[in-house]
């Protein structure tokens, strides 16, 4: 242990030199990425999930059992993770010309979709937040983002009411196709039994009426499904129950949003510089035996002579200590035969 401890002493500056340099470095880089990043936030009431999430995309006919924040925060997050809506919302925004300039718009839409943070706040809140360099931009980019995801939602809605309306149609024509074909049927029974029915005739009169009853019923039943499947998403997007922003975006006068990734960067910078001054000690500690001079004299035979010897000269012309005792203890000649001259 105490041979690392003089190699600290010994190399004192040298460490000095080196913490403050990494150290130094991970402020400053720390500092900038503090001061240098603002953040916009928006706060969302979700009352109710769009109708595609209610089901699982692995099973659609297993029901998925979340909270309206969880299934919204899940759609955005999901949408943010695709190229085509970061390609919408950045065109919406006015970084628009910066991103038709780039050389490369791939590594430019993934440092947008870094900066988006969603999470869930409670059974129906969410927060959506987005960082960049500069206030404004921050800003328009998370409208645009909530602008853009509102058209999706709407268009991904009629998409699903006209596949829906397109079904009940369909069975619509062949339920009036039935309710025709049961109209004539007693139509012509009607007028082929002319007069007083009798028992059997009158029982296949009733049953002919009442097949065409419930006939009627299904086309009444279908026509109603038409106009909730066509009406109910028109309903839900006028309400703006949804998905209503509760705190709009705003663009933020002072840095915001970088204190995480600043406080990583000083603490990397503290790890790196501790690691490099002890990895220096402990090279030093363990060269220190075949460096230093001083280390070695015990080495040298016979020691007790060394005992007698009241005062060394000073290492003239850069001389090693042991030289200087070996000269000292046996001669000029014997000091170049010890040392191997």
Do not use: C
């Not at 190399?11 to 400053?28: K, M, P, S």
């Not at 500069?134 to 596949?163: F, H, K, M, N, Y």
């Not at 002919?208 to 039943?221: C, E, M, P, S």
């Not at 309903?235 to 975006?249: A, K, N």
């Amino acid at each position: 242990m105490r041979r690392y401890v003089l190699a600290a002493r010994r190399y004192r500056w040298l460490l000095a030199a080196i913490v403050a340099l990494v150290w130094g470095a991970g402020i400053i880089a720390a500092y900038v990425e503090y001061s240098t990043t603002y953040e916009s936030e928006a706060i969302i009431w979700g009352q109710r999930p769009p109708p595609q999430l209610a089901t699982s995309p692995d099973d659609p006919g297993l029901t998925v059992v979340q909270t309206p924040a969880s299934q919204h925060a899940a759609l955005l997050t999901q949408l943010i993770q695709t190229d085509n809506f970061l390609v919408d919302v950045v065109r919406a925004t006015s970084s628009a010309d910066a991103f038709a300039a780039t050389g490369n718009q791939q590594r430019y839409l993934d440092n947008i979709r870094k900066g988006f943070h969603v999470q869930a706040l409670g059974s129906n809140l969410l927060s959506v937040s987005f960082t960049a360099r500069d206030p404004r931009t921050a800003r328009e980019i998370l409208d645009a983002a909530i602008a853009v995801r509102g058209q999706r939602v709407a268009e991904s809605r009629v998409a699903a009411t006209s596949a829906v309306s397109a079904l009940y149609q369909k069975e619509l024509e062949v339920t009036q196709a039935r309710a025709l074909e049961a109209q004539q049927q007693l139509d012509q029974f009607t007028e082929s039994h002319p007069g007083t029915l009798s028992d059997v005739d009158q029982h296949r009169k009733d049953q002919l009426r009442l097949a065409l009853d419930f006939i009627q019923i299904r086309l009444g039943d279908l026509r109603g499904r038409i106009d909730q499947a066509v009406l109910a998403p028109a309903l839900v997007d006028v309400s703006g129950m949804e998905f209503q922003v509760l705190d709009e975006p705003r663009e933020e006068t002072s840095p915001r949003g970088g204190t995480k990734t600043a406080a990583s960067i000083a603490s990397a910078a503290f790890v790196a510089g501790g690691s490099l001054a002890a990895l220096l000690i402990l090279i030093g500690g363990l060269l220190a035996d075949g460096l230093a001079g001083a280390a070695n004299v015990g080495r040298l035979a016979p020691a007790k002579l060394f005992a007698t010897i009241p005062r060394v000269a000073s290492r003239a012309g850069g001389q090693d200590l042991r030289a200087g005792l070996a000269a000292v203890a046996f001669g000029d000649g014997g000091a170049r035969e010890a040392i191997g001259e």
